[in-house]
């Protein structure tokens, strides 16, 4: 079953990714980031694991909808 990682990019969008690697850490253990090209911003940008506990569900529902189509290390 495919597994989705809500991600922040370093400009505030709000989307997700089935290939984020640092799906086992827990909230305040966010890491640096990695480069994951933006739906939103069309662009590759700093991207880390969202705080899915503050955000809304309609935020929520909108990033799964938004999914990176590629992930790029
Ligand atoms: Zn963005």
Do not use: K, W, Y
């Amino acid at each position: 079953m495919e597994q989705r990682t809500v991600v922040r990019c370093a400009e505030g969008h709000l989307f997700s990714t089935s290939t984020f690697p640092m799906q086992h850490l827990g909230p305040g253990r966010l890491g640096p980031g990695r480069l994951i090209r933006c739906p939103r911003c069309g662009r590759l940008r700093s991207s880390v694991p969202a705080d899915v506990e503050a955000l809304s569900v309609r935020q929520l529902a909108r990033a799964m909808r938004l999914e990176a189509p590629e992930f790029l290390a």
